[in-house]
C-alpha cells in the first residue's frame, strides 16, 4: 500500500453533527432514526452526532445497531466530586457515548472555559475510553492581525500536553474559525488548507511525521450541502463539523452523501 493510501484509509472522511442547544426529544430521535435508516454499515464514511447531555441516553438507544457515533458536547476533567451541573466521562460512557467535544469556540468564548482545562479534559475522556474532538480555530480579529498560525499552534501544543504518541489516533481536531460559526460566511478552500496544515504541522513536531499523517482534522464553520464538496477536496480536510445544517434530515443528509 502506498503511503497516500494508506493515510486516505486511516484518515476515512468523518462527517459529524454538532446540535448544540437545539432540538427536543421528538426531533432528536426522529432525525436520529432517519439517519440510521440511510446509513449503509458505515465503512466509507463515519458519522455522528454530538447530541444534549439529557437526549444521549435515548439516541443511544434510538441509533443501537447502527455505525452512527454517539457524542456529548462536553465533559469535565476529574471523574466525580463536587462540580454541580457538570457531567463526567464514567457518566457519558455509562449512557453510551463513545466521543466528545472538547473546547468548543462556543465553550471557551461564552462559558469562559480556560485554555489549561482542555488538556485535562482531553486526558480524561481518553481514560474513559472515550474519543476527543478538540476545536480550535481563530477570532476575526485574530485573523486580521495575522495571529492565526499562533493562536492555532498554542492551543492544539497546551492541549496535547498530556497525550501519549500511541494515542493520538484516538482523538482528532476540528478547526472551526469562530467568524464561520453560525454566520453563513465559510472559509475558502485555502484558508482552510492553510490551517490544517498548521494543525498538522503542531502534531508532526510532537509526535512526528507518521502520527500527523493518519491524524484527521475536520473543518467546521457554515458547512452546508453547496460548500461540503469543495471543502472536502482540500487535501489536507478528513472531515467536517456541522452546526445549523446537521439539524434537519433534508440540510444533513446531502452533507453526509456529498459525491467524492
Ligand atoms: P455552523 O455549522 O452552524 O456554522 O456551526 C459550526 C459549529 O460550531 C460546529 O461545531
Not at 453533527?17 to 427536543?24: H, I, P, Q, T
Not at 426529544?25 to 444534549?52: I, Q, S, W, Y
Not at 481518553?126 to 492551543?155: F, S
Not at 457554515?222 to 464538496?229: I, L, T
Request: aromatic letters at 6%; one cysteine or more.
Amino acid at each position: 500500500m502506498s503511503q497516500s493510501e494508506d493515510s486516505s484509509v486511516l484518515r476515512k472522511p468523518y462527517i459529524a453533527a454538532n446540535w448544540k442547544m437545539n432540538l427536543d426529544r421528538a426531533k432528536a430521535l426522529d432525525l436520529t432514526k432517519t439517519l440510521k435508516a440511510r446509513l449503509g454499515d458505515g465503512d466509507d464514511r463515519e458519522v455522528a452526532v454530538f447530541a444534549p447531555f439529557v437526549y444521549l441516553a435515548d439516541v443511544a438507544a434510538v441509533s443501537q445497531g447502527s455505525p452512527i457515533g454517539l457524542g456529548a458536547q462536553n465533559v469535565h476533567w476529574e471523574k466525580s466530586g463536587a462540580f454541580t451541573g457538570e457531567t463526567s466521562a464514567p457518566m457519558l460512557r455509562d449512557v453510551g457515548v463513545d466521543r466528545v467535544l472538547i473546547g468548543h469556540s462556543e465553550r471557551r468564548q461564552i462559558f469562559l472555559e480556560k485554555e489549561e482545562w482542555m488538556g485535562r479534559k482531553i486526558r480524561q475522556a481518553l481514560d474513559h475510553d472515550i474519543l476527543p474532538m478538540l476545536c480550535v480555530g481563530e477570532t476575526l480579529d485574530e485573523r486580521k492581525k495575522g495571529k492565526v498560525a499562533a493562536v492555532l499552534r498554542r492551543q492544539v501544543r497546551s492541549a496535547l500536553d498530556w497525550v501519549e504518541a500511541s494515542e493520538i489516533h484516538r482523538l482528532c481536531i476540528a478547526y472551526e474559525p469562530i467568524w464561520a460559526i453560525g454566520t453563513g460566511e465559510v472559509a475558502t478552500p485555502d484558508q482552510a488548507s492553510e490551517a490544517h496544515s498548521i494543525v498538522r504541522d503542531v502534531i508532526a513536531d510532537m509526535f512526528g511525521d507518521a502520527v500527523a499523517g493518519s491524524f484527521r482534522v475536520l473543518y467546521g464553520g457554515s458547512v452546508s450541502k453547496d460548500n461540503v464538496r469543495d471543502l472536502m477536496s482540500v487535501p489536507d480536510v478528513d472531515g467536517v463539523l456541522v452546526g445549523g445544517a446537521s439539524l434537519k434530515a433534508e440540510t444533513f443528509l446531502p452533507i453526509i452523501e456529498y459525491d467524492r
